[in-house]
């Protein structure tokens, strides 16, 4: 087997609990993957505001994350303000996106990503569920601000609903992402962590047939399949298995530990 060269890690789910926790046994493992001369790429739906300090609190001070589901990628310096650059921005039009939800889920909670920063609301979120700074605007101003990435939360929801939601309205003009609970992430149209990682690959002159990827989501499906060894963990839904090579381990498991451990071999 060809030795990975780049391996693309989700956060949330993959290296961390739910409960923001990530193991002492994951954290040194990924710091032995990047000892040994891996580029280690961390893809993950957080705004880079969030995932720069998961970065660091792994090691990774110098490299690359992608952040906001592919439409943000960043380069780690610790020289930098904040220890990191951004290189890379994509944005949309929400307006359209979320005018057309909004009529279907009008007691439904909206987030704006405000780059670098937080996000603009429409209403306060649940505890804890977006990170950042968190500005309530009026809705006319959080239908026309740019965008990389938006939230849609409607608790009294599930993702069945949100599905059908979005078969019903017909999202074309952007990517999106049902996640675990009543949320669904909207991205600019051709935008994924496979995508911009694809981007990074080219930039370090990875082969295709080097790459790794795990993780856990419906926003992981193409990054799982751009990777030449795809990896679901198991507490993954059956699509997200099914678009992946392999499956590990539950994240109460430590699932990722056993890929991290096999490309130190």
């Known amino acids: 087997m060809t030795r990975c060269r780049l391996v693309a890690l989700d956060v949330d789910g993959t290296l961390m609990s739910y409960d923001g926790v ?6 040194a493992a990924v710091r032995a993957v990047r000892d040994s001369g891996l580029h280690v790429v961390l893809a993950t739906g957080r705004g880079v505001h969030s995932a720069a300090p998961v970065a660091m609190e792994l090691g990774l001070t110098q490299g690359w994350v992608v952040c906001s589901n ?3 990628t960043a380069r780690l310096d610790p020289a930098a303000e904040n ?3 951004i290189v890379r921005v994509v944005t949309f039009d929400p307006g359209p996106a979320l005018r057309t939800i909004a009529l279907e889920l009008p007691d439904a909670l909206f987030a704006v990503e405000d780059l670098g920063l937080g996000f603009r609301v429409s209403a306060d979120f649940p505890d804890g569920e977006l990170s950042g700074d968190l500005e ?3 809705w006319e101003e959080l239908t026309s601000t740019p965008a990389t990435r938006v939230v849609i939360r409607s608790p009294g929801s599930t993702p069945e609903l949100f599905h059908d939601l979005v078969e019903r309205v017909g999202l074309h003009e952007v ?9 669904l992430d909207l991205t600019p149209g051709g935008v994924s962590k496979a995508s911009a990682l694809e981007e ?12 790794v990827a795990v993780g856990d989501g419906g926003n992981d499906v193409q990054m799982l399949r751009w990777a030449a060894r795809g990896v679901a963990m198991g507490h993954a839904s059956e699509a997200v298995r099914a678009a992946a090579d392999e499956v590990t381990g539950t994240i109460d498991d430590d699932g990722a530990l056993a890929v991290l451990h096999s490309l130190l071999v």
């Open 70 to 72: 592919g439409a943000v």
């Open 22 to 27: 990530i193991s002492d046994e994951v954290r």
């Open 200 to 211: 990074v690959r080219q930039h370090l002159g990875v082969q295709p047939h080097a790459t």
């Open 83 to 85: 220890g990191y650059e």
């Open 175 to 183: 990517e999106y992402a049902v996640g675990w609970s009543a949320w």
């Open 136 to 138: 309530v605007v009026s």
